[in-house]
């Protein structure tokens, strides 16, 4: 197992990127965390004030594409690994805007893995050319970049997404997420740098910006809002409880081989129809209603442009060679983050306020 003295995590404020700081902050004492995020409308430091007075963790506010601060952050720091979580996320948002998709998922992980490269060659001397087939490569250093499973395009209603299926990214976000592990692999190829990169489904958990399905769906269902069900509601998702994801990350950091790719997955496929339908009977009865009075909330909206029909993954290689495999069920995960948004309605209320919506249109139009 490598271990690491100063370790940057970028996109530490979003929603993964918060359970992974605080996993690595509570778990390696002996190891700096300093968390990098420009607290765009998804970041929130609140998210991680658990951990803000840790002796081993800094913040520092920043945008991934300065390069002369990435220089400057590494000179000073180090770091001896990057885990590369910033990102703009939300499939929708790229249709209406893909420009800060662009720049921040491709030009930012490049801007990344430039300052990488080059101060770890300048600390460390050049790394082994992977094309030598010798799979010592530098493990000193790690750039591991988090990336999704959307990258492999839509299924059908059978198979699974495995680490060899061909990418075929079909929206401005997958677009940008499948660029950056297309130079991330060739920084790993051509200079022999080593990366490893995971392509997770999609995750559900506490903390995470209620314009995503489960905490939209439920801030609604709590507010007696309609329930906007894209198309039939038939497109499936494979949903992971955000713990498991951050579990794996830490385990792919430490024991990844350079070089590799794990697929992460929660075997837990739902239909959107019947994951919104399910939502409902938990929060209602969390808050006392009687069955079915939510029912009638569900509107059916107009699909989503290009919208994938179905996530699946195989995440056998991740299980084989890492021992990992998802260890909450989606019944009490989803009743734990039910439970956390209902008791953190102030944290919600804030995030929606606008404030956040205002640094987005400045930064990037409306
Ligand atoms: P998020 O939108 O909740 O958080 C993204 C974070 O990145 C925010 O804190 C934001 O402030 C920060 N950020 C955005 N642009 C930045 C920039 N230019 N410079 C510095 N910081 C910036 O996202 P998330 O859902 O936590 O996803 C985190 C990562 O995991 C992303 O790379 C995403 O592609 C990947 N991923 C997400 C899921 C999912 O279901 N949410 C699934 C698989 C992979
Ligand atoms: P989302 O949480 O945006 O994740 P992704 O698009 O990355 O999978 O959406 C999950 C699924 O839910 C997706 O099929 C789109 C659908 N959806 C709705 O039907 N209504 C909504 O309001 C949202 C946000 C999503």
């Given at each position: 197992m490598r271990s690491f003295k100063n370790i940057l995590v970028t996109g530490g404020a979003g929603f993964i990127g918060s359970h992974v700081v605080r996993r690595l902050t509570n778990k390696y004492p002996e190891t700096n965390i300093v968390n990098l995020d420009?607290?765009?409308?998804?970041?929130?430091l609140e998210n991680i004030s658990d951990i803000e007075?840790?002796?081993?963790y800094a913040f520092v506010k920043g945008n991934i594409c300065d390069r002369d601060l990435l220089i400057n952050l590494f000179k000073k720091?180090?770091?001896?690994a990057v885990v590369h979580l910033a990102a703009e996320s939300h499939v929708d948002r790229s249709i209406a805007n893909p420009g800060a998709f662009l720049e921040t998922n491709i030009l930012g992980t490049a801007a990344l893995l430039e300052v990488a490269k080059a101060h770890w060659i300048h600390e460390n001397g050049a790394f082994k050319n992977a094309e030598t087939g010798s799979?010592?490569?530098?493990?000193?250093?790690v750039f591991y970049h988090i990336s999704t499973d959307e990258v492999y395009g839509s299924l059908g209603e059978e198979g699974l997404f495995s680490e060899t299926t061909s990418y075929d990214p079909r929206s401005p976000y997958s677009a940008s997420k499948a660029s950056s592990d297309h130079i991330a692999r060739a920084y790993h190829h051509t200079y022999g740098m080593p990366i490893v990169i995971s392509n997770c489904s999609n995750n559900y958990g506490a903390n995470q910006f209620p314009e995503k399905l489960i905490p939209l769906m439920i801030k609604n269902i709590c507010d007696q809002k309609s329930l906007p069900v894209y198309g039939q509601g038939l497109n499936v998702r494979d949903w992971l409880y955000v713990e498991d994801h951050a579990n794996a990350i830490d385990l792919i950091l430490h024991q990844g081989a350079s070089g590799s790719t794990y697929n992460i997955g929660g075997l837990n496929e739902w239909s959107n129809i019947d994951l919104v339908k399910y939502l409902i009977q938990v929060v209602d009865e969390k808050l006392q209603?009687?069955?079915?009075?939510?029912?009638?909330?569900i509107t059916f909206v107009k699909d989503r442009a290009?919208?994938?029909?179905r996530y699946a993954i195989d995440a056998s290689k991740i299980e084989r060679e890492l021992g990992w495999k998802p260890s909450e069920t989606f019944e009490v995960g989803l009743e734990k983050t039910v439970t956390w948004y209902l008791e953190n309605s102030e944290w919600l209320n804030k995030v929606v306020s606008g404030e956040y919506e205002k640094y987005y249109e400045q930064h990037y139009g409306k």
């Open positions: 420009l607290l765009t409308y998804a970041g929130n007075h840790s002796e081993n720091h180090n770091f001896d799979t010592n490569h530098n493990l000193k250093n209603r009687p069955k079915g009075s939510s029912d009638g909330l290009g919208h994938d029909h």
